[in-house]
């Protein structure tokens, strides 16, 4: 089996929209950095309201970490919500699965209107290893009022101990429906910020003032404030594309973070998997590849690509103030893997707190929230060694020691997971420029 196609299967199938460079001087109320999934619910939101705004992306929109989602839109986020109340409270724990269920229900809303590939499928989040956790995730979901059932599926090729069935959840085409809301927003694409002052960004072709900056740059551009480079780091994973095997109803995610995800496209399913932490080793496409020679003897790769996520300390994105010092700065980040569903969940905390209005959800994902978690100490000894491993060449984000990537003709960095193809031009931030 082998695969020329290196585009997902989204890039494939949808038509994108363009945006014109911006040209000269402007103003106004609510600027918005980055052209992703966030960015562009956070604009279409601001429109619904009537807020004046303009969004800029460096490149094109959707042309980053968006294009390569799976495209889930579940409340199913692994075991997460047995671990939330555990660490947090019922409260917090009923809180986030509530802004998932917002989310997804805007979601059907919308995508009644728009041919995007709509199509209610029920969600497994199973586990290879322990029944044991999924009977206490599904007994989380009960207490929260959701009906999760338990079940042992027939539909993977191996056996499990069990997973967490939740019905009527769905999936999409992103691309066909982002390019659709997209239209007609005052969008600059190809307009990089190379500057920032409290009230003006600096691009190369004009400078923008504003009142509010909302920055959704997957990795936030920003490193003077709220210490994201300590409470973020990137994990990178894999997918392929394939014809001719057995495809699948539900969708499926194993619940630990090396295991497998399962969902059809038409007559293509997508396998998942051959995660690892950006700048690190793992099993790449040739793990999926190794699978899909056992398991689908008869199938076709048609399609290959990658994405990574930006992974937070405590499994709840960052979204809302950058920081305690910037009333007027908001960032939407760490999405964990499940940007559908939270990138929506931020666009609708953004757009009430840029108006100054309250959220319900944003005490749950504020970005002020204690970082005493373990994961912080991982993340600061990750820092540190890619800062005193002696090797060229360096990323120009903070200096880390870069690490090639075999499987991706790539150089990463395993501080903070910016990316530079063999040349040195930037692939993935939150470094702004080429490699040094």
């Not at 495209?71 to 509530?98: C, P, V, W």
Request: aromatic share 10%; net charge positive; with cysteine.
């Amino acid at each position: 089996m082998s695969a020329n196609i290196t585009k997902s299967v989204w890039e494939s199938t949808a038509s994108r929209v363009r945006f014109e460079q911006l040209r000269g001087n402007k103003s106004t109320d609510v600027l918005i950095i980055g052209g992703g999934i966030a960015g562009i619910l956070c604009a279409y939101k601001l429109k619904g309201a009537g807020i004046d705004f303009i969004l800029v992306e460096a490149k094109d929109i959707c042309g980053g970490i968006t294009k390569n989602t799976t495209a889930k839109i579940t409340l199913g986020h692994g075991l997460i919500y047995d671990k939330m109340i555990k660490r947090f409270s019922f409260e917090k724990a009923k809180l986030y699965l509530q802004a998932q269920i917002q989310a997804s229900e805007e979601y059907r809303e919308l995508c009644k209107e728009i041919d995007c590939d709509w199509e209610s499928r029920d969600s497994y989040v199973y586990s290879l290893k322990s029944s044991e956790k999924i009977h206490k995730e599904i007994d989380a979901l009960n207490r929260l009022g959701v009906k999760a059932e338990f079940r042992e599926t027939q539909e993977l090729p191996f056996s499990i101990e069990g997973a967490i069935l939740v019905k009527n959840q769905a999936q999409f085409n992103p691309l066909k429906f982002l390019y659709e809301i997209a239209e007609g927003l005052p969008i600059y694409e190809n307009t990089k910020v190379t500057g920032l002052t409290p009230h003006k960004a600096i691009t190369n072709y004009g400078e923008i003032s504003y009142k509010k900056l909302i920055v959704a740059t997957h990795f936030p551009m920003l490193n003077k404030h709220g210490l994201y480079p300590l409470k973020l780091y990137q994990h990178r994973s894999y997918v392929i594309a394939l014809k001719n095997a057995q495809n699948v109803n539900g969708m499926y995610v194993d619940e630990s973070d090396a295991g497998m995800s399962f969902r059809s496209y038409g007559d293509v399913l997508l396998l998942g998997g051959g995660g690892h932490r950006t700048g690190k080793s793992g099993g790449c496409w040739q793990e999926l590849e190794t699978f899909a020679k056992k398991h689908y003897k008869n199938a076709e790769i048609v399609g290959k690509w990658a994405t990574q996520d930006c992974m937070t300390l405590d499994g709840i994105p960052y979204v809302g103030q950058y920081s305690k010092s910037t009333p007027n700065l908001f960032v939407a980040t760490g999405f964990n893997k499940w940007g559908m569903t939270n990138s929506m969940a931020a666009a609708s905390i953004l757009s009430s707190l840029v108006q100054g209005k309250s959220s319900p959800y944003a005490e749950v994902f504020s970005p002020q929230r204690s970082p005493f978690r373990p994961q912080l100490a991982v993340n600061a000894f990750e820092s540190a060694l890619g800062l005193l491993t002696p090797t060229a060449p360096r990323c120009p984000h903070l200096g880390c020691a870069l690490k090639y990537n075999p499987a991706e003709h790539s150089w990463d960095c395993p501080c903070h997971g910016s990316r530079f193809d063999e040349s040195g031009q930037l692939i993935d931030n939150p470094a702004t420029d080429d490699k040094i």
